[in-house]
């Protein structure tokens, strides 16, 4: 029986000096493995959804294959509830291998505006969670994770309508000019309808007009709405009411007045 015995304590000790041997090597290895991140891509959809790409190379110069290579991003807001997640995994990234992955976070602006409305005027901080996991050869799990924030800005931040200015056009008739304007603090672009409507001070309509806007991303808008309206339906004071309607939110009325 000493025989076998022996052979056995051999063969552990081999199994033993392969596994510190493996497990060294495939540490190593993990330094040898390049991530390179490129800028991010925006779209948007016709279903109010903001879709941000993030390409992702990847080159993997180490002595294993890489198995179930997860990219996982978790934007929370302030109170910690979830605005968006999003997972992409790759099952093998083989030795020598250099792939690009898109990683995609899409963000609902439905559901972030039924949450709170002021995302639209007020810029803010967005918590992101990111974490990536890994099996070296395959086998050994490997995960890191970083907390970091971001700066949300507001699409239509600092919504202003301003006092009008009147001319008079015959007996019956003024011409109503008002001053509109806002800035797109956001990373996407705003194209739509804005829409204003002037109420006297019983709340009736006595003139609207709209107007398309084309907004690019971090920049200011300043129009000027004109209408007629008949001078009998005047009154000192009113309501001016605005709407604003684009592919991504609508939102309105926001009510101010004048006089």
Request: charged share 15%; hydrophobic share 40%; proline share 4%.
């Amino acid at each position: 029986m000493k025989v076998p015995i022996r052979m056995i304590g051999i063969v552990t000790v081999i199994l033993w000096i392969f596994l510190i041997f493996f497990t060294a090597s495939a540490a190593y290895s993990v330094t040898y493995l390049h991530f390179e991140f490129k800028d991010p891509q925006i779209e948007t959809t016709l279903n109010k959804r903001v879709i941000l790409t993030l390409p992702i190379d990847i080159l993997n110069n180490g002595y294993y294959n890489i198995g179930s290579f997860n990219v996982t991003t978790r934007v929370s807001d302030a109170e910690g509830s979830i605005i968006s997640q999003g997972s992409t995994l790759v099952r093998v990234i083989r030795k020598g291998e250099n792939v690009t992955i898109l990683h995609n976070v899409t963000l609902n602006m439905d559901d972030l505006l039924r949450k709170d409305q002021s995302y639209l005027f007020n810029d803010t901080l967005l918590d992101v969670a990111e974490s990536i996991g890994l099996r070296i050869a395959e086998i050994i799990p490997v995960e890191a994770s970083a907390n970091l924030s971001i700066p949300w800005g507001a699409p239509i931040y600092n919504l202003t309508v301003e006092q009008p200015l009147y001319t008079v056009l015959n007996l019956t008739h003024l011409q109503v000019t008002i001053p509109i304007s806002f800035e797109n603090h956001s990373f996407f672009n705003i194209s739509g309808q804005l829409q204003l409507k002037m109420l006297n001070e019983a709340k009736l309509t006595i003139g609207s007009n709209e107007t398309t806007i084309e907004v690019a991303q971090h920049s200011h808008y300043r129009e000027h709405i004109q209408f007629d309206v008949l001078t009998s339906s005047m009154t000192s004071k009113g309501y001016f009411e605005i709407y604003v309607s684009t592919p991504l939110f609508n939102y309105g009325p926001q009510v101010t007045t004048y006089g």
